[in-house]
């Protein structure tokens, strides 16, 4: 049996949901791609895997699929122009005033992340019209605790709640 449910009251629902805000960068056919995503969470401790899934239809994804690894550049409380920049179509994500440096494996880390987090591809599953992407983590980084949040189509930061 399949249940209908209309699309903008399941997107009213999902906006409830508060999420972390990642970029995925790779370096890719000599390039380097980058999208922002909302949907990354951890997958599993042992190993250490990490997913994110981004739509089937993106121009970004067809680059990095080919990668051979990745970053999630955890974004933070002050880097909303980034994500924007980075969700943004036709436009150079990594020219000025993005700044990042290669990591050792060639992805790119960019700056003022809340962390980085470099992984191999793991798995991927086409799920409706998204592919979730897993990937096997590899090393990690810490540089801050604020991190970007997203919630009702808008971008804040976390403050912490007296007990």
Do not use: K
């Not at 903008?8 to 629902?13: E, N």
């Not at 191999?120 to 970007?148: C, F, K, M, N, S």
Request: aromatic fraction near 8%; hydrophobic fraction near 40%.
């Amino acid at each position: 049996m399949t249940v209908m449910i209309d699309a903008d009251g399941f997107r009213s629902a999902l906006a409830q949901h508060a999420a972390g805000v990642v970029i995925v960068t790779a370096h890719s056919e000599g390039v380097p791609v980058g999208l922002t995503a909302t949907s990354f969470t951890s997958a599993s401790l042992d190993p250490p895997l990490v997913q994110f899934s981004i739509d089937r239809e993106s121009t970004t994804w067809p680059w990095l699929r080919l990668a051979d690894h990745f970053t999630v550049n955890v974004l933070g409380g002050d880097q909303a122009p980034l994500a924007t920049r980075f969700a943004r179509r036709g436009i150079d994500r990594f020219g000025e005033p993005t700044r990042w440096r290669p990591c050792q494996y060639g992805t790119p880390l960019l700056e003022g992340a809340a962390a980085h987090i470099v992984c191999r591809p793991y798995a991927t599953h086409e799920i409706g019209d998204h592919v979730l992407v897993v990937g096997e983590v590899l090393e990690t980084a810490v540089h801050q605790e604020r991190p970007l949040l997203y919630h009702r189509g808008r971008f804040g930061q976390f403050r912490e709640s007296p007990l």
